[in-house]
């Protein structure tokens, strides 16, 4: 049996010892059984053929791979390896192996046969020119094609918009693209060196640390940072820190990326301020005065610190707006709520749960007389005029409390307890301020 029929009859049994060399190759060893053979079949094939050529004296023309026309399997080989990630030197590997395992089957066969004639050495020597010519074709497509790769790949990273840069292990920067060259105003030989406590960001110190804790980890970390330009233009940006490892272990380098999210967190800005804050008056509305209120009950339980919750609504109001039309009570609503504020402290929280109706959380109460003095307060501030569109408005407000613990410590009794208050000092008369008390839950059992 000529070299050719025995690679023609026995490609499968060939293909099967040629894995067990190929596997130890670094990246043979993740693939799977079809993308380690991919083109292997139709290589063994075209070899066969010119093998057999030459027996039949019809010696295949050697034409320059420079010079071939057609794709042929090799080449097709050698395009693959550069995206499954093949080094020049794993290729190689692979083509030794693959004449390693011919010949040794080969033999094999021979001396199961009893054959005392060896193959004849023009036979090895047409094998291996066969051999040679495929990987000649497989290596310099795979060159031609990780040249035009890192070519392409060097533009994009070059044009690209976002924040491309490498670090080393110390965290100074080895390179940067030109998108990073511009946002310093420096040119990389002058930036070459330096680590972001360098650079014009207000995060630099989060920033390094995140870098030193992809080198120690091995993981990706991001963030955000903060950078501002000459004219005190504000860009965000989200970064990325990405280990580059060598072997699975050891940390190479750190490369990374920063994009700029500035529209987009503004977005989100806008987005939180519709679903958490009153358009009206710029207060948390009913769903974010309600996690506040829940955060500050568990403080309370964790300090021992009381809190106040004050319900205020407006004496009058409806009658203000069927007489001056909503657009001066939409006005109104808006002053009250400053007027509120500019009577608490910033730790505070003033909320507007709809219409009329605002709240007050006062946080860390040490004294009850406190709160006294600032309900009295709020209630001054609100019978004063309000000037508005030159009408002089009078209204006034009637403000219930509740203190935490004292009175309960979820959120739902404790509106409950301020919103009976606040009508208890409406029925009064308005313009008045009442603490909760154990009698008016009673009261309003009773009128159940």
């Known amino acids: 049996m000529s070299l050719a029929d025995f690679i023609r009859s026995n490609i499968e049994t060939i293909l099967e010892n040629w894995e067990q060399f190929a596997r130890d190759i670094p990246s043979g060893k993740r693939m799977d059984k079809m993308e380690l053979r991919d083109h292997a079949i139709g290589i063994l094939r ?48 692979e083509f030794r192996a693959l004449r390693a395992s011919v010949l040794q089957l080969w033999t094999k066969h021979n001396e199961k046969l009893l054959i005392d004639i060896q193959p004849s050495a023009n036979e090895i020597m047409q094998f291996n020119s066969a051999i040679d010519q ?33 670090f080393d292990l110390e965290g100074k920067l080895i390179f940067a693209n030109r998108a990073f060259i511009d946002l310093v105003g420096q040119e990389l030989d002058q930036i070459i060196g330096k680590n972001f406590i360098n650079f014009n960001t207000s995060d630099s110190v989060e920033i390094n640390q995140h870098l030193m804790e992809s080198i120690d980890t091995k993981k990706i970390t991001r963030g955000e ?137 006062l946080t860390e109460v040490n004294r009850i ?41 979820a959120a739902s009794a404790l509106l409950k307890n301020a919103d009976q208050a606040m009508y208890v000092a409406k029925h009064s008369g308005g313009n008045h301020f009442s603490f909760f008390t154990p009698s008016m839950r009673d009261s309003l059992r009773a009128s159940l």
């Not at 039949?56 to 080989?77: F, R, S, Y």
């Not at 569109?389 to 935490?404: A, H, P």
């Open 46 to 93: 075209t070899i066969a053929d010119d093998l057999e050529l030459a027996a039949n004296g019809n010696q295949k023309t050697e034409v320059p791979v420079e010079e071939i026309i057609d794709t042929t399997e090799a080449m097709l080989h050698g395009i693959t390896r550069i995206f499954q990630g093949f080094s020049v030197s794993d290729t190689l590997s």
């Open 134 to 166: 495929a990987l000649t074709e497989s290596v310099l497509q795979f060159s031609k094609e990780a040249e035009r790769t890192t070519q392409l790949f060097d533009a994009l990273y070059a044009s690209s918009p976002d924040l491309n840069y490498m």
């Open 225 to 361: 940072m903060r950078w501002q330009d000459a004219g005190n233009k504000e860009t965000i940006y989200e970064y990325f820190f990405v280990p580059v490892l060598a072997d699975k272990e050891v940390v190479k380098v750190i490369t990374g990326t920063a994009r700029d999210i500035t529209e987009r967190k503004i977005l989100e800005e806008k987005s939180h301020k519709r679903a958490n804050y009153d358009s009206l008056t710029g207060l948390p509305n009913r769903d974010l005065f309600t996690d506040r209120l829940n955060l500050e009950i568990k403080r309370v339980e964790r300090t021992g610190l009381p809190l106040a919750l004050l319900f205020i609504d407006l004496d009058k109001f409806k009658e203000t707006n069927d007489l001056f039309g909503h657009g001066v009570g939409d006005l109104l609503l808006a002053e009250v709520a400053h007027r509120i504020n500019d009577c608490v402290r910033g730790t505070d929280t003033v909320a507007r749960l709809g219409g009329d109706e605002f709240t007050v959380i």
């Open 369 to 409: 007389p406190h709160v006294e003095v600032l309900a009295q307060e709020i209630v001054q501030s609100l019978a004063k005029p309000f000037h508005i569109k030159d009408e002089e408005i009078m209204i006034s407000g009637s403000v219930g409390i509740t203190l935490c613990p004292h009175d309960g410590e």
